[in-house]
């Protein structure tokens, strides 16, 4: 179900979409044809089946929906799951390819309320995360993978004593035995674990191989198995404890110091460099005080971290002293060793740092820089861009005011000539402007393919100057002959100096 | 400036330079107006790592503009990245672009109030990696300025303070401020052309206070594609009235 699931996931963030009444499936290559690797519900319901041939699939359900295996993808899922549930429920959890995964609860299952809750809770979270799952807990591996995946249950406990009874009506197939073993097993007319288990070992090794006998054992618990635990990536961290609980801002500031310092030289080790770091302080009552710094690149500058996590110094309140300070870097990314640039580059280099400082200041979002985006509107042809973002220059043509009014404002009392003629009065703000000088009309149209409502929309822009030397932005909708082009008003857009 | 005669006077005078601002003298490095009439009166141009205040001669938005625009022009010529801390969104790049200060060489920081813009200022000069720091800023102590002027001063990063008017009319360069040099700059009606349209803009420009320098006024013409002003080649449309009474008081204050 994995790889089905997946597309289906795949289209809630956004992507290609398979609508959910139409039968889903995932073909492969087999030698010279194309067969199903994995079938939907709906499409199993109409008769498909894992390894028909694609062509008797389309012949059979018209209007199939079909889609290349992405086997690597599914093992990347598989993957993801796996780290996330050794990060919350176990530390021994691996991947069983092509769609498994093992959990090592032994020891951990009563923190959450016994095996039973800890196994609905796990199956709660795969549904949210949109995948189906079946699980099985068993004193033995092989008895958990056959219950897991050929046993009737959705939540199968099985406890040590009872695993013979309990595998012994499931399939041979159950023993996770090769296809060749299988198949023996069907022309010795042998249809069940049970049956299996209950022959003499000696003539079963010789007719079935050794492997068979080794997975029957592993099934019953007779022998042990070991899976390799995926052990989930820490974030680089720094930690000191104290002797003494620390209180004043000055101990705290040469932690920091130190703390940075190990972290710089843990991740210059890893070959990265922090994005977002995490200072924690454990204070003697038990109480967490936290600060979160984030970064608008990659670095590993421990003097950098450091003055930026003294900016949030006042942030910690030490109570009654703080007995452990831990720094991790909770986002990173590689971060190659840098030669020190050329003179002139230097500024450059360092502009990230006091991009840093600043948006730690005020907020991330409020340090930008402006970029041109393609718009003849001109309140559209400028846009904020990350501090360190290429920009793009604006075309030259035509001046812009130093000052752009957030809302175009209207005037009144215009008095202009029809249809290109600069106005000669208007008032604004309550003041009256007598106009001397102008220039226009710049014509801009409307973005139709934005807003439907500006398909004819026209504004023509004038600079004008008025008796004291100030130059004000006019624009006049319509374009002064045809009125669905606009109702002729005129407004300011901006100020130039 | 200099002067070698060994009145009393113009040693006492040369004393207290000294006393004021250590970076003042000679040597410091100057950013140059490159109009000969204003750099004369300036000994050189503006100094480079000092705080220097601008705000529009009246509450209008042309003056304002005028104002904004003037800054724009010094900050194009400054080397470097410039940081420009604003509180209002109106500021509009193209025409800083158009100023000769591309949208690359340009960073902004938005800040909610005055406290804010002067942290951020203060941030930005200490750095010491930009250019120039531009702040649009309303109100500010006396003490919060020589913070500034001694950021500025350490780190060679030129402070601009950017006064815009308030809504209550008060005037910004009313109350006395450690900045180096304070302007005022206004609209005045550019020249006549032969053709319809509508030529160079042109601003009074007032210097309302130097340290160690006398105050001047000229009429010159607006910031063109690199951000310098000149002198106009001829007499403007209609004459400026010649500086107003009110406005002498408030430079002898």
Redesign the interface.
Known sequence: MLPIERFRRLDRTGRSEPPPDRPLVTTERQGQRMVLAAVCPLARTLGLHVGMPLTQARALVPGLDIRPAEPEADKTVLMRLALFAARRWTPFAAVDEPDGLWFDISGVAHLFGGERRLCERILRTCRRAGFTARIAVAGATGAAHALARFGAEEIALCPNEKAVERIAALPPQALRIDQEAANACRRFGIDSIGELAAMPREPLARRFGKGLLTRLDQAVGRTAETFDPIVPREAPAAALCFLEPILSAEAIEQVIGDLAAMLARTLEQQGLGARQVKLTCNRVDGDEQRIVIGLVSATRDATHLASLLRMKIEQIEPGFGIEAMRLSAIRSEPLSARQAASLEEVSEAELPSLVDRIANRIGVHRVFQMSSVESDVPERSIHRVSPLAQTVDWPREWRRPVRLLARPEQVDRVIAALPDQPPLRFSWRGETHRIRKADGPERIYGEWWKHSNEADAVRDYFQVEDESGARFWLFRRGDGEDPRTGDLSWYIHGVFG | MQSHSVHPLETLRAQIRAIEASGLTGAAERLPFEVQAVDGKLGGGLVVAALHEITGATS???????????T?GIAARLK??V?WVIQR???????????GL???R???????NDD?VL??IE??LR????GGVVGEVGRFTMAAGRRLQLAAETSGTMALLLRRWRKNGADPLALPSSAVTRWR??????RA?PV????R???TVELVRQRSGRPAEWILE??D?AGRLALPADAP?RAVPAARPDRQIRTAA
């Open positions: 209008s938005p042309g003056d304002d503009a005028a104002a904004s625009l003037f724009g470097g990245m940081l969104r109106d500021l509009f790049a193209p025409a800083l672009d158009q100023a591309p949208p690359s340009l960073l902004y920081a938005e800040c909610g804010e942290a951020v941030e930005g750095h010491g990696s930009l700059i206004g609209c005045a009606p550019s052309l319809s349209g509508i030529g803009s042109r601003w607006g910031v594609e449309d």
